[in-house]
């Protein structure tokens, strides 16, 4: 098995469609579908069971997945130790990281990096799921959790407090909540994967239970234009606050965590050129403004 008939392999076993498979590679269904019935062919063995909620692994189809993923590891790590002697400052560097940062950090990085190396091109990748730095899927993270990986790089550049804000219009309407009323009377707005959790809801060690939440929000980003526009309170680190020039209620509390921000690549990549020149930038803005 080759390379290329891997890559296909791999993406039918993560995707479970022939169209999810081709749509990651890039290809049309009926190439994908060729591609599989060539491949078992070649290899003499029955590799997926077509069946109506997509392709399953056989017992052979699973022994093949293990040696395939040995390859894409092998590979990948080639990939990274060629690009990590690379120290020409061109081409392109994959940076992913949250809406909001990409918008007051990463733009900000991004347009000082033009003006010094206009030859990098930067593709940036603004979701909440995080992509694998050891499969490519980007070369640096800019995220608020630190990966456990031993392979990849951490640092931490930035460590911010988590206020209570609201805005101008809502405490004009609606007060300030009393402390220890669980927000009996106040409209809330939360980050959405902090409902997932089995602990009890707060907002700065505050239970919201007499509260009424109006929004759950997927982003970071979406829970500041909430609290800016009125809807309700909600947590927000102190920075991103000021800068919205939001009313910070109960001043003397504080989430337990603060939100660290970890700038993270693969230790193979750390000594490009382009990679090194993105870091750099990304670090500086946030040494200049994210303090």
Known sequence: MNWDDAKVFLAVCRESTLRGAARVLGVDQATVGRRITALEKSLSATLFLRTS??????????????????????????ERQIQGLDDHLTGTVRVSTTDSMAIDYLIPAIARLHRHHPDVRVQLDAT?????????????????????????????IARW????????????????????????????????????GNKEM????????????????????????????GIGIGELSVNVGEK?????????????????????????LRHTARVRAVIDEIVAVFAETGE
């Open 161 to 196: 407090p988590v206020g209570l804000y609201a805005s101008h219009a809502y405490v004009d309407a609606h007060g300030v909540p009393t402390p220890g009323s669980a927000f009996a009377g106040h409209d809330l707005v939360v980050y959405q994967p902090h409902l997932q």
């Open 53 to 78: 909620e997509g392709y399953a692994l056989t017992a052979v189809g699973e022994a093949a997945l293990k040696a395939v993923e040995k390859m894409e590891h092998s590979a990948l790590e080639l």
């Open 128 to 156: 909440t799921q995080i992509l694998s730095l050891a499969k490519r899927e980007a070369d640096i993270a800019v995220r608020n959790t630190r990966p456990d990986n031993p392979d990849l790089i951490a640092r931490r």
């Open 202 to 229: 707060t907002l700065v060690s505050e239970p919201v239970g007499k509260g009424r939440i109006v929004a759950s929000l997927s982003s970071s980003l979406l829970v500041r234009r909430s609290i800016a526009a």
């Open 244 to 268: 919205e020039g939001l009313l910070r209620l109960w001043p003397e509390r504080t989430r337990p965590l603060p939100y660290d921000v970890w700038l993270v690549t693969h230790a193979d």
